[in-house]
C-alpha cells in the first residue's frame, strides 16, 4: 500500500494549479519539498539578495509547517545559486533558520546558469523526516 500526499500549503495553491506540481510530497514519513524559491504568493521575485533568501526560506517554512514540521526535522538541503559568491550572505540568511546545532541537515550548494524565473538567484530544495 503506498503512502503517499501532496502537501500544498494554502499560499502555494496558485503554484499547484498553474504549473502542476506540489511543493511538497509526504512519502512515508519523508517530505520531499520542490524547489523554493524568493518569490511571494503573487508570484512576484523579492528585490533584493537578502530578502529573496530570506524569502526562500520562508517558503520552505510554509511547507514544512503545512506536513506539520520545522526546520529541525530537515535531513538534507540542495541550494542552487547563479552566482556562488553569494554564497556568504546566504550562509548568514540560512543560519537564522538552521539553528539547532543537533540537527543540522546535510547541505549540499551548486553553481546554476539560471533559475526558472528571471531575478530568481537562488532556490532551495529539502527533504524531511516527518515527526
Known sequence: MQNRSSVVP???QNLHEKFRYSPGVRAGNLLFIAGQ???DQD???IEGKEAQFTQAFEN???VLA???ATMD?????????TDM????LFIQVRDRYVTNSDRY???????VAALAMPGLIAEIKCTALLP
Open 60 to 62: 520552505v517554512k510554509k
Open 66 to 68: 503545512a506536513a506539520g
Open 73 to 81: 526535522d530537515v535531513v538534507d538541503m540542495v541550494s542552487y545559486h
Open 10 to 12: 494554502r499560499e502555494m
Open 105 to 111: 541537515p546535510a547541505w549540499t550548494a551548486l553553481g
Open 37 to 39: 524559491v524568493g518569490r
Open 43 to 45: 508570484l512576484n521575485v
Open 85 to 88: 559568491r553569494d554564497l556568504p
